[in-house]
């Protein structure tokens, strides 16, 4: 029977560590505080939200180009953006444990939650961007930072999309890939990090269709959501009040997951108006109007902007697939993660290992179509499927004697744990594949 688990962040920590999903990067090395690396299983999983979001994107309004921009921009693209001036969390230290903290994430009047005392610095503004210099000479023009956002290569290069992708406002482009911020207290594993990655897409409409837009955007994201299977009463909309939008938002909304640290931001959609690309038209000096055939006019397209962290999907749908049941006894974890999430499609086992010839050359055969299988022989049956149901894997498929006759298999579901022979030429269509 399902179980309502309760899995804390550490138990998750640890459970991605076990079985080669996320590591804490350079361990070997003592670790370095809030950069994860990806392992064998995690990598497959990450690949697979990417590929959803992508096609998450299609809808009947307008198209959806692709972008895939520079990590390193100039200073003078932050300047515009305002991230070289306004891109600050206040910060705090300790005078006596000498911790560093966030100013606005307690209240700083109850002690120091490390110490428990309350001797404090003067609160100053921390530029979370990672500052770098180009090629050997260090002068102003060579300054250039790691983007702390994907979204502002999208705006700097819309003529060039606009000019070479044949699209027509309203229409989007879309950016997966790395964002980097130096958070004062990276934290809660995958969900405050330093090094990230955002799949982002700023969508070009005009500004008397901006607030439609936006609802629109809103139901398409949660449809999103939806598909993928994430428990709706762990998901929310929740909209900015009015002294919490970011200066260059009119409106915007977060979803939000309950983790189990609370409910938090998962994506952040908002109506961006047409700052970025004025801003970047100002400091440019280039032209980023479009022409309106309708009104014979020139304006600047408004933007609504839905932003996702891919490592902090990923973690909402690890919390979200993690289940306890109990099968014969014995207490059983299971990720129940949709099947287009799950890293391994299909395990393929060999009842015993006099059968591992034709169950390889079972395995090859689907390897082979580019679907991300698995071979197991090592262990019972029952150890194997437990083995696999800790990863998500959805269906298990056991070769053994009678296959030799009977050409059929043994195929396992996940979540019901339900077996039925099938004869091997039917799998595909049963899979779906
Ligand atoms: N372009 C808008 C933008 O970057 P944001 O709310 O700062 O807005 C968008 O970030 C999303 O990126 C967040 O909803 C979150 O999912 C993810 N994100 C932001 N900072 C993150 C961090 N330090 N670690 C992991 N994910 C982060």
Known sequence: MPSDTKLTLDALVSFCKRRGFVYQSSDIYGGLNGVYDFGHLGTLMKRNIRDLWIQSLRNKKGE????????????????????????????????ECKKRFRADEFDLKKGCPSCG???????????MMFKTQLGAMENASSTAYLRPETAQAIFINFKNVLSTSRVKIPFGIAQMGKAFRNEITPKQFLFRMREFE????????????APEDLAFWIEHRLLFYKTLGINPDKIRIREHESDE??????????????????WKELEGIAHRGNFDLTQHSKHSGKDLNVFDEETRESYIPHVVEASVGTDRLFLTLLFDAYHEDEIENETRVVLKLHPAIAPIKIAFMPLTKKLEE????????????????????????????????????????????????????????????????????KLPEYLGI
């Open 64 to 95: 959806i180009v692709q972008l895939e921009g520079s990590l390193l921009g100039p200073e003078a693209v932050w300047e515009a953006s305002v991230h070289v001036p306004g891109f600050h969390d206040p910060m705090v230290d300790c005078k």
């Open 245 to 262: 939008l970011a200066h260059y938002s009119t409106s915007c909304v977060d979803v939000e997951y309950e983790f189990p640290f609370g």
């Open 358 to 425: 034709p169950t390889k050359a079972l395995y090859e055969f689907y390897a082979q179509k580019g679907i991300s299988v698995q071979y197991d022989v090592s262990g019972s049956i029952g150890k194997r499927y437990r083995r696999q149901d800790e990863i998500g894997t959805p269906f298990c498929i056991t070769y053994d004697f009678e296959s030799e006759q009977d050409n059929c298999v043994t195929i396992r579901n996940r979540d019901t744990t339900l077996q039925e022979r099938i004869a091997i030429e």
């Open 198 to 209: 955002q799949m982002e897409i700023e969508w070009f409409c005009k500004g008397s269709e």
């Open 117 to 127: 005392k309350n001797n404090w610095t003067d609160i100053r503004e921390f530029n």
